[in-house]
């Protein structure tokens, strides 16, 4: 027989940690984003010790979870986690929460944070131009853009080299094959690409973000995407924009990381996302309208010092009245 004795206090335990304000407006927050308190102290202009004191509450009802990173502790509410009532109770008060004036507030405030972040890692990438490709091999190999390569070069005419970096991949392809256009956010890798170019008269550079592509439906043959996915903070619309820039029929290649836990890792480096599993990027690369989705996992390098790589290849499937699919 199910007790039923503590089933109150349990309840009221929930309702008086939802009858707070502040701790509301953490949990709205923290539904959508893993953040650490100095972020929340940000957007919700409070002092950390009453933030910190929010949460331990929080934590102790099992609301949300923290993890270590480093020297900091991060926090998320993950609601498929939550005890079935709590969930139910959760979703009642969010309702009743949609028309508060102050959740816009920190609503503005979150993204400025989040946009921070972003120009966390641009920054990574200003100061690391002109070392990338010796950082990119110590950490990864110099071998891996080869099994990128090779499911593509058979009948590929253009082909879209997304997150270029300094170019090394790109202006190899360019000597193979009719056309490449290389797209990087980074002005910094952009001018090492040009540099490496030397001259290349069909190596296109250009300036754009890998969720708003610089390129016209269908214009090139073939999209290679090489540790970049795990920069974006949105990887299915950048999936999709990839899709979108392929020929039906073409081909899309990604190399990235596979999930690790390596934290501190992905700090350094600027990285949004600690790598992909398999049957994750299946799903999304088939939501983006893409056939034939294979994932393989590479040998690591001998020398790579980094987590280990993946490659995910596919075919643009044909246009219907609906688009990509």
């Known amino acids: 027989m199910v007790k039923i004795a503590s089933q109150p206090d349990t309840l009221l335990a929930w309702m008086d940690c939802l009858a707070d304000p502040m701790r509301l407006r953490l949990l709205r927050i923290l539904e959508r984003h893993e953040l650490g308190v100095a972020d929340l102290c940000d957007v919700l202009q409070t002092p950390q010790s009453t933030v910190s004191r929010h949460l331990k509450l929080l934590l102790d009802q099992r609301w949300v979870q923290s993890r270590r990173q480093g ?5 998320e509410m993950i609601l498929d986690e939550l005890a079935p009532a709590a969930r ?10 949609e028309s508060w004036a102050t959740l816009a507030q920190d609503e503005l405030r979150l993204q400025r944070r989040l946009s921070q972040r972003e120009n966390d890692s641009q920054a990574f990438f200003a100061g690391a131009a002109g070392e990338w490709d010796r950082i990119r091999n110590e950490l990864y190999g110099c071998r ?5 390569v090779l499911p593509l070069l058979p009948g590929t005419t253009v082909v879209a080299d997304l ?3 300094a170019g090394e991949l790109a202006s190899l392809l360019a000597r193979h094959v009719k056309g490449v256009i290389g797209v990087d956010n980074s002005a910094e890798m952009l001018k090492a690409a040009k540099k ?3 001259g290349l008269s069909n190596l296109d550079l250009r300036r754009g ?6 390129l016209k439906d269908g214009e090139v043959d073939a999209a290679l995407m090489i540790l970049a996915l795990t920069y974006v903070a949105e990887p299915q619309t950048a ?7 392929v020929g039906a029929g073409g081909r899309a290649v990604v190399v990235d990381l596979l999930r690790h836990d390596r934290d501190d890792f992905r700090r350094q480096l600027g990285q949004k996302w600690a790598g992909f599993e398999a049957g994750e990027l299946e799903r999304m690369m088939a939501a983006a309208g893409m056939r034939g989705v294979t994932v393989e996992s590479l040998p690591p390098d001998r020398n790579a010092k980094g987590p280990a790589l993946f490659v995910a290849s596919a075919t643009k499937g044909p246009k219907d009245h609906g688009g990509l699919a």
């Open 163 to 165: 997150g270029c970096g």
């Open 239 to 245: 999936l999709n924009e990839m899709a979108r820039v």
């Open 88 to 97: 139910k109770l959760w979703l009642l008060a969010r309702e009743q929460m």
């Open 196 to 198: 490496r170019a030397n």
């Open 209 to 214: 973000e890998l969720t708003a592509l610089p």
């Open 144 to 148: 891996f853009d080869l099994h990128a």
């Open 71 to 75: 020297t900091n502790h991060l926090y």
